[in-house]
């Protein structure tokens, strides 16, 4: 079964920096490309960042651009999200989840960015 955990989300002044991972199990890592996305209470999930399998290709919400960087290790399972001069408008659960799979999302990490 899939499964994906998410960590490292927290509270962090605005302008701060956070670093987001996420480990997958159940499937073959490497051969799917993965994605974060973030929600907040009541709102539609939003897609904030892509890559490919190999890791060479890359895309971002226009929100984040510049400002975040996903990357994967295909040896370790994981998929990082690192977000730097973050706003308060960045408030939200961030979920990564696999390409072409259905299956249960996990719990996500929550980010607050509050002075």
């Known amino acids: 079964q899939v499964q994906v955990v998410e960590s490292g989300g927290g509270v962090v002044q605005p302008g701060g920096s956070l670093r987001l991972s996420c480990a997958g199990s159940?499937?073959?890592?490497?051969?799917?490309?993965m994605s974060w996305y973030r929600q907040g209470s009541g709102d539609e999930r939003e897609l904030v960042a892509s890559?490919?399998?190999?890791?060479?290709?890359?895309t971002y919400a226009d929100s984040v651009k510049g400002r975040f960087t996903i990357s994967r290790d295909n040896a370790k399972d994981t998929v990082s999200l690192q977000m730097n001069s973050l706003k308060p408008e960045d408030t939200d659960v961030y979920y990564c989840?696999?390409?072409?799979?259905?299956?249960?999302w996990g719990q996500g990490t929550q980010v607050t960015v509050s002075s």
């Open positions: 890559i490919s399998t190999d890791g060479r290709s890359t």
């Open positions: 989840y696999p390409w072409g799979i259905v299956g249960p």
């Open positions: 159940g499937f073959i890592f490497s051969t799917k490309a």
